[in-house]
């Protein structure tokens, strides 16, 4: 079993509202264990795995030569409403935005005019 961690970027947010989580993962690791770990971690049978990787680059860090660190993402699709722990935070803004769009009352306030000022 692989170690899974939830990824959220503007990007991740936006999937997971529709039902795609995304998760990174070591570079080691595949498709089978990716969803051996979402079954006995999250308990969850996703629809579809997706992997991306990004792999070491040689860069220089303070003159000298130096590998970024890769790593591997996967978008998991999960059916409709199953959810991954982690994303939770994500889901609950969608729920507030809906909350603030409800229709405001259509009755209007009476205006009461200002009394004039007593000029000397």
Same mark, same amino acid.
């Given at each position: 079993?692989?170690?899974?961690?939830?990824?959220?970027?503007e990007?991740?947010?936006?999937l997971?509202k529709?039902?795609k989580?995304t998760m990174?993962?070591?570079?080691?690791a595949?498709k =089978?264990?990716?969803?051996?770990? $979402? *079954?006995?971690v999250?308990e969850?049978?996703?629809? !579809?795995?997706?992997?991306? #990787?990004k792999? =070491?680059l040689?860069?220089l860090k $303070? *003159?000298k030569?130096?590998l970024?660190?890769g790593? !591997?993402k996967f978008?998991? #699709?999960l059916?409709?409403?199953?959810?991954?722990?982690?994303?939770?935070?994500?889901l609950?803004e969608?729920?507030?935005?809906?909350?603030?769009?409800t229709?405001v009352?259509?009755?209007?306030?009476?205006?009461t005019?200002?009394?004039?000022?007593?000029?000397k």
């Open positions: 079993m692989i170690k899974l961690y939830p990824y959220i970027s990007k991740s947010a936006d997971a529709r039902g989580f990174l993962a070591p570079l080691s595949t =089978s264990q990716v969803l051996n770990s $979402l *079954r006995k999250f969850v049978q996703p629809i !579809k795995i997706n992997p991306i #990787t792999k =070491s040689p860069r $303070l *003159r030569a130096a970024d660190r790593f !591997k978008i998991v #699709t059916p409709k409403g199953k959810t991954i722990v982690g994303f939770e935070s994500v609950e969608k729920k507030d935005k809906k909350d603030k769009k229709p009352s259509q009755e209007k306030k009476a205006v005019p200002k009394a004039p000022k007593d000029e």
